[in-house]
């Protein structure tokens, strides 16, 4: 039979946890170290020579100061996921509970924030388009300014959740386990987070698929059949690569979260919880875009 841990938090009580099979067994271990490999060799690769490629460029524009903001997301979270796969391999955590949750953190600071700044993107090259904004208006100031109060907000609103919230029941406190902190989804408040994210992502991404689809069928048909050759063509493609980034890797975790928030509580399984793995490292293969740039994906 199978032992049980038993973890004694702040007020004196025992709580049961189950063995560390049930949350994350062989198979689940196998699933998420082949993906977080992939990314991790991929998203490196990617972000070097994309990097190079601008360097060597040296573009100034408003577009390659995100750019260059994304592929710093993406290196944080390449730089987190050695110790997610050492984790993955031993199946024990042994750096201490803060480690664990910053480097659980990561992965969703990373996610949120890279939307936004792909958000940024689409949203400036449609101003753009609609003439709402002219290029030359669109200084590299302006990009780093925007920049600085992304990384600012998302601070201001991300840090005090990880302090003060995430993973710091005691309950997680004296496990050799780790990224299992969804069962804080028991909590109200972040109940009522997760939902409020779900909604705003959601809305945000069909409404600008309702804009950029017409906008690029309008491109091809004025420009047809030699729309590449055309640099607002390509500029909008760029856009809806962007987006359709957001649709692979994001969209499934949150469409997945509002099962796992109804169902999790009543059906603490293995099953629920590998799927829910699944899709939040599903989210980390957006650090392959600049590979996708790089390998003439997307021209």
């Known amino acids: 039979m199978d032992s049980m841990n038993v973890t004694t938090v702040s007020n004196g009580s025992r709580v049961v946890m189950p063995p560390a099979e049930q949350f994350c067994d062989a198979y689940c271990r196998a699933i998420l170290t082949t993906a977080y490999s992939v990314v991790l060799f991929g998203g490196t690769a990617g972000a070097v020579l994309m990097s190079h490629m601008m360097f060597k460029r040296k573009s100034h524009s408003a577009i390659a100061t995100i750019i260059i903001n994304i592929i710093v997301l993406h290196s944080f979270l390449l730089l987190s996921l050695p110790f997610r796969l050492s984790y993955y391999l031993s199946a024990v955590w042994k750096l201490g509970s803060f480690t664990c949750r910053v480097v659980s953190g990561v992965i969703y600071g990373h996610m949120y924030l890279t939307f936004v700044f792909y958000v940024a993107i689409v949203i400036l090259r449609l101003l753009i388009y609609f003439r709402k904004l002219q290029t030359q208006q669109l200084q590299k100031f302006h990009a780093v300014v925007l920049s600085v109060l992304i990384w600012m907000a998302g601070s201001l609103i991300f840090l005090p959740i990880f302090f003060l919230q995430y993973g710091t029941d005691p309950i997680y406190t004296e496990q050799q386990r780790c990224f299992e902190f969804h069962r804080s989804l028991n909590c109200r408040e972040i109940i009522i ?42 500029a909008q493609i760029k856009s809806f690569f962007f987006l359709l980034v957001i649709v692979v890797c994001f969209i499934p975790h949150h ?15 293995s099953k629920l919880i590998l799927y829910n793995e699944i899709c939040v490292a599903l989210t980390a293969f957006c650090c392959l875009d600049m590979l996708c740039f790089i390998g003439g994906v997307i021209h």
């Open 193 to 234: 987070i997760n939902y409020s994210i779900i909604v705003i992502m959601m809305t945000t991404v069909l409404v600008l698929f309702l804009i950029q689809l017409p906008v690029i069928l309008r491109l091809i048909k004025a420009y047809w059949p030699d729309m590449r050759a055309h640099q607002e063509y390509r």
């Open 255 to 269: 469409a997945f979260r509002v099962y796992f928030i109804q169902n999790y509580p009543e059906q603490e399984n």
